[in-house]
């Protein structure tokens, strides 16, 4: 019986579920955890098991790239439905600036989902020629680029939204609004991040606002920097408006 659910178990295994699980694995334990044998354990299969699927370290971890990828086009896949199907609400914007905001909503909520492999998302697609980037990241850049095709921009102007906007949104994640807890059983916050080792003479505006980023409303702050940033940009040639049928 044991040989025979061992049997199944390989027979079910597939690229997304050994993905998934890695997945798992980092959100709950982080990063050093993951390795190769871990992952088998998790998956109650043997490590050479999985090696058909990920050849190894490196590779998983590029696998955790793919799999985030993945999950922000599912969410945008998701939410188009859902809109289709409520409508458009609130005041009119231009198609191609609402559908950024969709997007960069989408990756956010990935992000923090998965804040162990953000990191990763920012560092790891840049060791690679971008045609040997995984599958899942390539189609969002290319939704992302038509998006500002069919709004008009000429080649050049659309590759620097594109950038403006790419850098915007990771530079935005990337800034530690999470911080470590230094003592959690601590109820000052001063004292629970630990800040009171710092100097007060040396960092009085770290240890006066660092507390404060708890409050931080995160997508709020990035949609708000994000239309900032658009604002500054050449106007769309082609400009629609948002009436809920983005996707």
């Known amino acids: 019986m044991v040989e025979q659910d061992g049997t199944e178990r390989r027979r079910r295994l597939s690229r997304p579920l050994v993905l998934a699980t890695a997945v798992a694995l980092v959100d709950r334990e982080g990063l050093a955890a ?50 289709r199907a409520e409508g458009a609400a609130g005041p009119a914007v231009p198609a191609w600036r609402a559908e950024l905001r969709r997007i960069a909503r989408a990756f956010a909520a990935v992000a923090h989902a998965h804040p162990e492999i953000l990191p990763l998302v920012a560092t790891r697609p840049l060791s690679v020629p971008v045609a040997r980037r995984p599958a899942p990241a390539l189609q969002l850049t290319e939704h992302i680029l038509a998006v500002l095709g069919r709004a008009g921009f000429d080649d050049t102007t659309a590759l620097t939204v594109y950038r403006a906007f790419v850098a915007w949104n990771l530079g935005c994640l990337l800034v530690d609004k999470r911080q470590v807890v230094d003592n959690p059983d601590e109820p000052d916050p ?40 658009l604002d500054r940009m050449p106007e769309a040639p082609l400009d629609a408006f948002y009436d809920g049928s983005a996707g």
């Open 34 to 83: 993951l390795t190769m044998r871990r992952l088998a354990a998790d998956l109650g299969v043997e490590s050479m098991a999985i090696y058909r699927y990920t050849p190894g370290k490196e590779a998983l971890v590029d696998g955790l790239v793919e799999a985030f990828f993945a999950e922000v086009n599912d969410r945008l896949r998701t939410s188009a439905d859902h809109d």
């Open 190 to 229: 001063l004292l629970r991040l630990g800040l009171h080792r710092l100097p007060a003479a040396d960092y009085p505006r770290l240890r006066a606002l660092v507390p404060r980023l708890a409050d931080y409303d995160d997508e709020r702050e990035l949609l708000a920097g994000l239309d900032s940033l």
